[in-house]
């Protein structure tokens, strides 16, 4: 399967992140997955995941809020 280069992609900021550069997360759609990756260090290759199995977590994380 051929993933998107991350570059291209339009990456979003965790609405959790500091916003004085402490600790952040970027997620970004790259066609059927989504791309997760440090904000600091973005030429590190994104940990990416099925759209499906991140929308599994985000659900989880919600009910235990």
């Known amino acids: 399967m051929m993933i998107p280069d991350p570059s ?3 990456w979003f900021k965790s609405s959790y992140s500091d916003e004085n550069g402490g600790t952040c997360v ?3 759609e790259l066609s059927n997955r989504v791309g997760v990756r440090d904000s600091k260090d973005t030429d ?3 940990f ?3 759209k499906a199995a ?3 977590f985000v659900d ?3 009910r235990a809020d």
């Open 8 to 10: 291209e992609a339009a």
């Open 26 to 28: 970027e997620v970004a």
């Open 44 to 46: 590190i290759a994104p």
């Open 48 to 50: 990416t995941v099925p």
């Open 54 to 56: 991140w929308a599994s």
């Open 60 to 62: 989880q994380l919600r």
